[in-house]
C-alpha cells in the first residue's frame, strides 16, 4: 500500500474495530484483545491510552464530566501532545506557552519558535478533532513550568484546523510499513485563545483573577499518563518477543543443515548448542517479561489506589519500576527480534518471515513514552537515594527492600559448590541481588567524591545506567521466582516455567559476567559452573521448545510469517509467496527493452557474437 492507502485503511480498521466494540458489545478486556488482533498503530491508541488517561487523571471533576462522556463515545478524538520538535525527553523544558489573559478568562497558546512546534504526536496530524497539550503556564508574567490543557484542533463541521492553528503530518517513518499508518503530527499556535476552564485543574488550578493556586499534591502527577503506559508497554514487550521467538523456534525445529551421514537427513538447526544459546534466553524472555508484566500491573493498581486516597508514599517506587522495566524489556525485545531475524538465516530477512516488519513497528518502543537510557537514569537516581538513606533509620522497601540487607550482601561469598546448586532459588536471588546492591554502591561512593553531585552525576552516567539496568534485572528474576513459589498448575508445567526461570537468569550471568565477577558476586569457577548448567538446561528445554511457543496460541494469520507456520510447511509456501511478487508478474521484466537488451546488445556486438 501507499502511504496514503495505507492510513486510509487503518481508519478503516480503526473505525469497524470500535463498531464491533460497541455493537456486541466487547468489555475492555476483549476491546484490548481486539487492539491486538488489529495489530497496527492507529489514532485509537492515543485516544484511549493516554488522551482519556490524561482526562481522568489530572481534570476536576466538572471536565471529567464535560469532556469524558464526549471522549467515551469517540464524539471527539484526542491525542496526547507533549514532545516538541526542540525537546522531548526534557518535559520541564518544553516551549509552548499558555499565558493567562485575566481581560478574556482565556489562555493564550502560543508556539514562540520553530523548535517549539509539537511534533510526533500520534493521531494529531490527520485525525484528532482535540488534544491535551502540554504547555508552559504564564499568569502575570510569571512562569509556573508546564501544565496540560485540553485544546479543540479542528473545526467538526470540515475537519478543518481551527484559525489560528498550523497542523500536519510529520512524514515517513522507518520501514514500509510498520508505524506507518500512524499520523505522527506537527503543530504550532498562532496566539490561539481557550477558554480558562479548558486547563486540567486537579493538580493546581488559575482564578478568574488569574491567581496560580498550586495543590499540595506532588506536581509528578502531571506525568501520570505516562507511567500508565509505559506499565502497559512492558506486557507488550513480552507478546512482541514471544511473536518472534515463536517464529523462530518453529523455523529452527524445520530447518536442516549438515551433519547428514549416509546420505539421510541433515540436523534441524535448532539442536546445535549456538541456535540455542541464542534462541532459548529470548523464549525464557518472552515468559520473564509476561509475569513481571503482570506484577508491574499489580503495583500500578495498587499505586493508582493509594493515590486515591491521597497517599503518595509508593510513586517514586512505581515511577522507577514503570520507567526501568519499560527500558529494560524494550531494549531486550527490539535485540531479540533483530537475533530472530538472523536465527532464521537467510530468510529471516524476507518480509514473508515477518521478523522486518515487526522490528519496524516494534523498535521505536525503545524511545517513545521515554528515552531508554533516560529512563534508566530516572532508577539510578532512585537507587542513589535509597543508597545514601541506609543507615538513616528509614528501611528501604519494595523492590529495594533487599538493600535493607546491605551489610550482608556487600560482603557475602557466594556458596555455589556445583552445577545444580545454580537451581537454587535462593542462591540465585541472592547473587543477582550481591551484584544489584555492590553496582550501586559503588556508584554512590563514586559520586561522594565529586563536591557538586549534579556533576558527579553527568560524568558517571554509563555506571549509574548499568546498575539500574542490574536492578531491573533483578526484579524481572526474582518476579519469576515468585511466579513459581505460587500456583501453577500441572508438574509439567511448572518444570518447563522453572528451566526457562532459570535459563533466563543464568543467561544474564554469562552476558554480564563482566558485572558479576568485578563485583565478586561470583567467582570465575562459579561462573563455569553456572554455564554448565546452562547447557543441561538447554538439553531439557529442547523437546518441549515447539510447544512452549504453541502456547502462545499465535494463529497463523496473526503471526503473518511463512517461517513460523504451524504447519511447519515453509519451503513450498516460501515460494507460493515468491511468485505473488509483482516482479513475477510477467516473465520478462519491465525495462528490459529499455536497459537490459541495449547493454547486452552493445556487449554483443563488440564480442562479435
Ligand atoms: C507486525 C505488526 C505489530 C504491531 C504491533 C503494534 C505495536 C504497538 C504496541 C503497543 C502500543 C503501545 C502504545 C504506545 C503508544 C506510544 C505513544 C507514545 C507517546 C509518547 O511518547 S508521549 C511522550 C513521552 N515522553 C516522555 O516519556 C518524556 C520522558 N521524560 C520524562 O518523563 C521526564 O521529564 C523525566 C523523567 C526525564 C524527568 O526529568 P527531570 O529530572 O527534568 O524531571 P522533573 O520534571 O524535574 O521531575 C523530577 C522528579 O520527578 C520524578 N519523576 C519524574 N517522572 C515521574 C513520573 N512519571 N512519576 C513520578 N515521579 C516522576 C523524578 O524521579 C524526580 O524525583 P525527585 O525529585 O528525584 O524525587
Ligand atoms: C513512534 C513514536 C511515537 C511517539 N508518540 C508521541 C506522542 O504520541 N506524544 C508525544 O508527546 N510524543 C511522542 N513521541 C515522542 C517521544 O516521546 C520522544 O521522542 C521521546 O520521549 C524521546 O525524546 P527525544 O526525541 O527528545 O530524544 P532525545 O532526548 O533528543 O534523545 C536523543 C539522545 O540523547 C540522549 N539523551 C537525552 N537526554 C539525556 C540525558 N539527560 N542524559 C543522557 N543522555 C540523554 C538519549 O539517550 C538519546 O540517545 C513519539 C515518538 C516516537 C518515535
Redesign the pocket.
Known sequence: MTRKELFKNTLRKSVHAWKLINELPLSDDESLMLRHFM???GFL??HW??FVPAIKGQGTEEQKQKWLPLANKMQIIGC?A??ELGH?????GLETTATFDPQTDQFILHSPTQTSSKW???GLGKVSTHAVIYARLITDGKDHGVHGFIVQLRNMDDHSPLPGITIGDIGVKFGNG?YNSMDNGFLMFDKFCIPRDQMLMRLSKVTREGKYVPSDV?R?LM??T??S?RQ??VS?ASI?MARAVCIATRYSAVRRQFGSQNGGIETQVIDYKTQQNRLFPLLASAYAFRFVGEWLKWLYTDVTQRLEASDFAT??E???CT?GLKSMTTSATSDGIEECRKLCGGHGYLWCS?LP??FA??VP?CT????NV??QL?VA??LM?TVSQLGSGKAPAGTTAYMGRAKHLLQCRSSIRKAEDWLNPAMVLETFEARALRMAVSCANNLSKFENQEQGFSELLADLVEAAIAHCQLIVVSKFIVKLEGEIKGKGVKNQLKNLCYIYALHLIHKHLGDFLSTNSITSEQASLANHQLRSLYTQVRPNAVALVDAFDYTDHYL?SVLGRYDGNVYPKLFEEALKDPLNDTVVPDGYHEYIRPLIKQHLRSARL
Do not use: C
Not at 522531548?88 to 520541564?92: P, Y
Not at 517513545?368 to 528515552?371: A, N, S, T
Open positions: 495489530d497496527q498503530p491508541d492515543l491510552r493516554m496526547y507533549q514532545t522531548g525527553s526534557n518535559v520541564q510526533w504526536p500520534g510498520a506532588p509528578q506525568y501520570g505516562m507511567v503506559v502497559t508497554i507488550n512482541a510513586l517514586p512505581a515511577h522507577a520507567a515477518g516488519e515487526l513497528v516494534y518502543a517513545y513514552e521515554g528515552d533516560v529512563l530516572q537516581r532512585f537515594k503473518g
